[in-house]
């Protein structure tokens, strides 16, 4: 290869990089696709998103059914079947007393209805409900930290995918060059310029460097095949991925108090307090006294010779009071003040997890930052030494190895500046799933947000029906 033609493959890989590197084109479709349009994908199309919102759908279901302990049990009973009765009985106590037997079939029906309304049963069914409108809202947030994760997923699978491509390709092109570099040590040692020792350099560099190709190339199979899971398509022909610096907090300490306050994991812990609080309250429920009121109505029918019928209606009150049932209760009790205690270990646990993961993500983003320009610089100092050592090489003052190594460190410059600006477009996205605001509508992704009020709405006064909103 001449010097021309090195100086211009150095000068658009040293500025693109990952912006300007295309995937192959034999290898992907060729349609375009941006950032913007996989996360909006994967919000949509990602499996483990479905089905934590389907979750929460389930867990929406717990609040209907705490609110039936105010509604009425009715139940509606019958029965109809057949007997057969035969009785003998005996006329008089004198020898000549005679014997009376009969028999027949009797048919008996009868059918009612009973209604049962508990009154006060110790605030259970009260606590009961708060319980469940705090697990759905717990499960909510829940919810959106399984956004976070999925649409960081999405964007780490996007970016190592533009990587891999990239580094791909610079290792191809990489052989290109050390084919070129072999086959020029070749001619020189025909006419006498180096020894046979330059040429065997030559050709182990250029083994080396089709092995890092081979690496490359499945490196970047497993990464489209990651993209495919996680996005939910296959791949076509990605484009730049940019920071998201504009929607950070613009201090280290602004970042810590909002997490801290409003991140989905600490909400997520402080609703299951409030879950375990008021479990302590059912349980302490089951202390108190019970009243109920029960309305009976019974009609009873009998086919026999006499057509025996009857009808009865009552109206009972029942009133309960426990004074002992084997203490199951009081350690139900305990159990439950032990879990709360639990919960609020946890919430401050999460709330701790929550500060450390963005110190680090702030951290992990300004080294990401430092080492685009450090990269940068390694590419530009690679380029300008190695032009320098094929020049000496051609004046005897270098050696084949002296070029080969300088053309590796090139190499290696470039695919460190390739890394770097992957991780900087993902240490963004890192630092806002840190902070909590890694959201569609932060993003502003063009995409239908879920909405988890509309089922919860829908299901939550629902006295009957067996069919979920969506019909199933």
Not at 225 to 248: C, E, H, M
Not at 357 to 368: E, K, M, N, R
Not at 382 to 407: F, H, K, P, S
Request: aromatic fraction near 6%; glycine fraction near 8%.
């Amino acid at each position: 290869m001449s010097r021309g033609g090195m100086s211009g493959w150095a000068v658009g890989l040293a500025v693109g990089a990952i912006a300007c590197l295309a995937l192959p084109a034999a290898t992907l479709p060729a349609r375009g696709e941006s950032l913007e349009s996989a996360l909006m994908q994967a919000y949509q199309n990602n499996p483990t998103l479905n089905s934590q919102r389907a979750s929460v759908r389930a867990t929406d279901e717990g609040v209907p059914q705490a609110l039936s302990g105010y509604r009425p049990r009715i139940t509606a009973t019958g029965t109809l079947g057949e007997q057969y009765w035969d009785t003998t009985s005996k006329t008089g106590a004198t020898p000549t007393a005679t014997y009376l037997k009969q028999s027949g079939t009797v048919t008996p029906n009868s059918y009612g209805l009973t209604a049962t309304q508990t009154i006060f049963n110790g605030f259970q069914t009260a606590n009961r409900t708060r319980q469940a409108e705090a697990q759905v809202l717990a499960a909510r947030a829940t919810l959106r930290v399984t956004e976070q994760t999925v649409l960081l997923n999405a964007v780490t699978a996007y970016m190592n995918l533009l990587r891999d491509s990239a580094i791909f390709d610079l290792q191809k092109r990489n052989v290109e060059v050390l084919q070129e570099q072999l086959r020029q040590t070749r001619d020189r040692f025909n006419v006498g310029e180096v020894t046979r020792t330059d040429v065997a350099q030559s050709e182990s560099r250029l083994a080396a460097g089709r092995s890092q190709v081979l690496t490359a190339e499945s490196n970047f199979k497993a990464s489209g095949a990651t993209y495919r899971q996680v996005i939910g398509n296959n791949p076509g022909k990605l484009t730049p991925g940019t920071p998201v610096d504009r929607f950070s907090p613009p201090s280290l300490s602004v970042a810590v108090d909002f997490a801290s306050a409003t991140h989905p994991a600490v909400t997520t812990a402080q609703y299951n307090v409030d879950v375990a609080l008021l479990q302590v309250k059912v349980a302490e429920g089951s202390l108190y006294p019970t009243l109920s009121v029960q309305g009976n109505v019974q009609q009873s029918n009998e086919s026999t010779l006499t057509g025996l019928k009857s009808f009865n209606t009552s109206v009972l009150g029942t009133l309960s009071v426990p004074i002992y049932q084997g203490g199951a209760e009081y350690s139900l009790i305990r159990q439950a003040k032990e879990t709360l205690g639990q919960k609020r270990l946890d919430f401050d646990t999460a709330r701790d997890q929550v500060r450390q993961t963005v110190v680090q993500s702030w951290g992990q983003l300004d080294a990401a930052k430092a080492n685009i320009d450090a990269t940068t610089a390694q590419v530009q100092a690679a380029e300008i030494a190695l032009n320098g050592v094929r020049e000496e090489a051609r004046v005897g003052q270098r050696t084949t190895l002296d070029v080969l190594n300088a053309q590796q460190e090139l190499v290696n410059a470039r695919v460190a500046l390739v890394t770097a600006q992957r991780d900087r477009v993902v240490a963004s996205y890192a630092l806002l799933s840190a902070v909590g605001r890694l959201a569609p509508e932060v993003l502003g992704l063009n995409v239908p947000i879920y909405d988890a009020q509309q089922h919860y709405q829908q299901v939550r006064d629902s006295w009957t029906g067996v069919r979920t909103p969506s019909g199933r």
